[in-house]
Nanobody, 122 residues
Framework: QVQLVESGGGSVQAGGSLRLSCAVSGYTNTMGWFRQVPGKEREGVAGIRSDGPTRYADSVKGRFTISRDNANNTLSLQMNSLKPEDTAMYYC???????????????????WGQGTQVTVSS
């Protein structure tokens, strides 16, 4: 069974940075970060496969970086140049499958963390 626990959320002013972490237990292959605001569809932010390739939503390219430390079983999301529109609940997701595509599709993932709130003020 896969267990995911996010941390690192908080409040920050526009232009600031935050680093989210996800502690992982159990076997995973494809992992990702998603975000959601009340009343809206869950949005794929970034994904990473166990062999290294990454994918990013256009809205965060150049600002966010996803990384995976297989030795320490952690997934991270470095968020720089934050904007108010980045405000959301952020979720860590994982799946034991080796996704060839669709890494940023929420419905494709089997396991989810509880979420951590990120609030960016102007």
């Amino acid at each position: 069974q896969v267990q995911l626990v996010e941390s690192g959320g908080g409040s920050v002013q526009a232009g600031g940075s935050l680093r989210l972490s996800c502690a992982v237990s159990g076997y995973t292959n494809t992992m990702g970060w998603f975000r959601q605001v009340p009343g809206k569809e869950r949005e794929g932010v970034a994904g990473i496969r166990s062999d290294g390739p990454t994918r990013y939503a256009d809205s965060v390219k150049g600002r966010f970086t996803i990384s995976r430390d297989n030795a320490n079983n952690t997934l991270s999301l470095q968020m720089n140049s934050l904007k108010p529109e980045d405000t959301a609940m952020y979720y860590c997701a994982a799946d034991p499958r080796f996704f060839p595509s669709g890494w940023l599709l929420a419905h494709a993932y089997k396991y989810w963390g509880q979420g951590t709130q990120v609030t960016v003020s102007s």
